[in-house]
């Protein structure tokens, strides 16, 4: 079992910027590919950008693509979303998530694929 802890969200005007974290614990001795996903009110949960078990290999939606970077400190059993320019659309409830994989380049951009997920953390951008 792993347990993801998301934290770094809060509001932020429009053209800001956030980082957020998503620590891992738990059976952290096995790698993981990890995922960045966001909720806005009333919608599905979207994928917004995913990482390589060995962080080497990245891949972002088209929204938001140029904007944020995803990073994996697997020393440190974190994963990073720096997301700057913000925009009053990426308001939402960003969940990290964490896939057993056995293959450390590659990386999934499905919710259905991954296997944990954090609580949560919420992110509102003000215009």
């Known amino acids: 079992q792993v347990q993801l802890v998301e934290s770094g969200g809060g509001l932020v005007q429009a053209g800001g910027s956030v980082r957020l974290s998503c620590a891992a614990s738990?059976?952290?001795?096995?790698?993981?590919?990890m995922g960045w996903f966001r909720q806005a009110p009333g919608k599905e949960r979207e994928f917004a950008a995913a990482?390589?078990?060995?962080?080497?290999?990245?891949y972002y939606s088209e929204s938001v693509e140029g904007r944020f970077t995803i990073s994996k400190d697997n020393a440190e059993n974190t994963v990073y979303l720096q997301m700057n320019s913000l925009r009053p659309e990426d308001t939402a409830v960003y969940y990290c998530?964490?896939?057993?994989?056995?293959?450390?380049?590659?990386?999934?951009?499905?919710?259905?694929?991954?296997?944990?997920w954090g609580q949560g953390t919420q992110v509102t951008v003000s215009s």
């Open positions: 738990g059976r952290t001795s096995i790698s993981y590919a």
């Open positions: 998530a964490a896939k057993r994989a056995t293959n450390s380049r590659v990386l999934f951009t499905r919710s259905y694929d991954y296997d944990y």
């Open positions: 990482i390589s078990r060995n962080g080497g290999n990245t």
